[in-house]
């Protein structure tokens, strides 16, 4: 963590949120059979992985698990640059009949959601979709909000949430960072 940035959740804390959010899917979903998780890349699909192991640890079941590349369902295409980086999508399952949990790291103003909501559209018609999220961070633009929420961290337009995983950063965190002045 820098001296620019505030603190919102350390490791353990991190942790716990989704041992929480793990007990919350299990509570709306008695029969996991139908379920099945669908993590956002970059962060979401690590978010993903974790939730995984701890719906296994709490229902003894392996929750199958996709991952989804949303790169060219952005709106905002243009923006990101001439080459954007295109990764794979994985879903090894059939999408019919299933619940799908969408895992991302932060929640801000629905774009991405809405992306995703594209791109798996493209692969089938899910039974349901939730969403679940590390961080809501406010400010949406379009109508969508999270199933299950890790942390609700209020925020200005001028901060950024940055969430930091061990598998791709080093270490687990999420740090607010900007504000005044930035």
Known sequence: MTSQERAALDAPSLDRTLVRIAHEIREQHKDSAALALVGIRT?????????QKKL???????????????????DDLSEVGPNPEVRETKLPFDLKQKVIIL???????????RAALDALNDYGRPKMIQLAVLVDRGHRELPIRADYVGKNIPTSVKERVIIRIKEVDGRDEAVITGGKGA
């Open 43 to 51: 962060r979401g699909v690590y978010l993903a992985e974790r939730l």
């Open 56 to 74: 296994l640890e709490i229902t003894g079941t392996e929750i199958p698990l996709g991952t989804l590349d949303i790169t060219m369902y952005r």
């Open 103 to 113: 895992v991302d790291d932060v929640l801000y103003t629905g774009r991405t959601i």
